[in-house]
């Protein structure tokens, strides 16, 4: 990568970055396209290079940081000596979980779009900003369940809309019940959906 590049780069990060903290602190009602580009140190036209406007860096950080999430938990994953595709799957759940739990200004930030960051991720197979091992881990996982399952993909996109809309009111509210109380039953259906992809 030239150093042009890794300069673009660096501005974008920039500008995402501080979107962060002033959507989180602010809200994004009361943030400005002003307020990001000030904080951050560009100038107005740059964020205009890489966004439409402050609804459209919403959405790609929203991305973005749900992407994040899982090449962190890709990493641990990858440091653990897990035998089956099952395990692996349920240990990236387990982890984002509790990484979500941990976090709670960016699982409210998130809210129910974790299936957003994912798709992008899995979707996106050649993208270059991913380092090579949690890229190698992305697809090797892949390539590990789409041995046993027909649409790989599509799988691993239900069970993480399912994970991302189940675990939102039990991390934050406790409701209906408490995220450890969750988790048993929501690994049952992860599997059950994983039996369903097997039978295809």
Known sequence: MGKAEE?????????????FELF?????HDTSISDIVEKAGVAKGTFYLYFKDKYDINN??????????????????RKEELEGYREKIIFVIDDIIDSLAKDKTLLMFISKNLGLGFSRYAMESDNVTKEAPVKEASES??????????????????????TGSSIYSSILYEQPVKIDDLKPYLYKTINSIIDQFEQE
């Open 7 to 19: 300069n673009k780069l660096k501005k974008r990060e920039s500008l995402l970055n501080t979107a």
């Open 60 to 77: 790609k950080l929203v991305a973005h940081r749900a992407t994040k999430l899982f090449d962190d938990s890709l990493s641990r994953m």
């Open 24 to 28: 989180t602190t602010k809200g994004i």
């Open 141 to 162: 996982l892949l390539r590990d369940i789409g041995e046993n399952i027909k649409n790989p993909r599509l799988m691993m996109y239900m069970i993480i809309e399912l």
